[in-house]
């Protein structure tokens, strides 16, 4: 029987419950991350300091990349954050599953295999291109860009307001939710008797390993996205 998500309706509303937990859980690593890099800062960084460093370097270069660092600096910490929040909650679901074996819940999985939550995330980085588009360059410059350089391109500029929202949160959703998908299958035949533990052990551990570079690359992907959509609104070329 294949695992079904935990939902449960709270005032009317419904919850996957999985995603709650382990947002949470993805939340709370984030910050200890952080927290315990920073906590003792020294001229001479060590230990987790100098990773915390050498990736607030590796968000300034995908800022540089997109952007004037005099714009674009002030986006560095919502850089940070996307990517390290997206690559630890896509390495969550990698070493194991928890789900109850009576009612086959998934409850400890990546959180970004929810289409939910990566619509989610992705419908916030567009409103918040938006929002600094308007804050850096006004209102009334923000608004010529729908009709540059002609204005019969307007209808296609606000679709593609709707496709870059769509196509990001699917992204990372379709590759999160393959990737667990066909790890729950090779447990699935490692755990039929001895010939399929034998035949399945060897692509469970190429697969973990695999998942680790597609977590890894599409934290990057969403990360860098964000700072293209959001060059395009507060960049005046």
């Given amino acids: 029987m294949a695992h079904i998500q935990p939902m449960r309706n709270i005032l009317g509303l419904d919850f996957n419950m999985s995603t709650v937990l382990m947002t949470t859980v993805t939340c709370i690593i984030v910050f200890l991350i952080a927290f315990i890099g920073t906590r003792n800062l020294s001229l001479k960084p060590s230990g987790m300091q100098n990773f915390l460093e050498w990736v607030v370097d590796f968000v300034r270069g995908i800022i540089k990349a997109n952007m004037s660092w005099k714009v674009g600096g002030q986006f560095i910490a919502l850089a940070f954050t996307l990517l390290f929040y997206v690559f630890v909650a896509n390495m969550l679901g990698i070493p194991f ?7 086959h819940e998934a409850w400890w999985r990546s959180p970004t295999s929810d289409p939910a939550l990566t619509l989610t995330m992705a419908a916030l980085v567009i409103i918040l291109t938006h929002y600094y588009g308007i804050k850096i360059r006004g209102m009334g410059e923000y608004l010529k860009d729908y009709v540059r350089p002609v204005w019969f391109l307007l209808p296609f500029k606000i679709i593609e307001e709707f496709a870059n929202t769509l196509t990001l949160g699917m992204r990372l959703f379709g590759n999160v939710y393959a990737k667990e998908l066909l790890m729950i299958l090779l447990v699935g035949l490692g755990s039929s008797g001895i010939f399929g533990a034998l035949g399945a052990f ?3 551990i190429i697969w973990q390993a695999f998942g680790m570079f597609i977590g890894s690359l599409q934290a990057y992907i969403f990360a ?9 609104k507060v960049e005046s070329h």
């Fill in 97 to 103: 599953e928890v789900y109850n074996k009576d009612t």
């Fill in 202 to 204: 060897l692509p469970t």
């Fill in 224 to 232: 860098m996205l964000a700072m293209v959509y959001m060059s395009h």
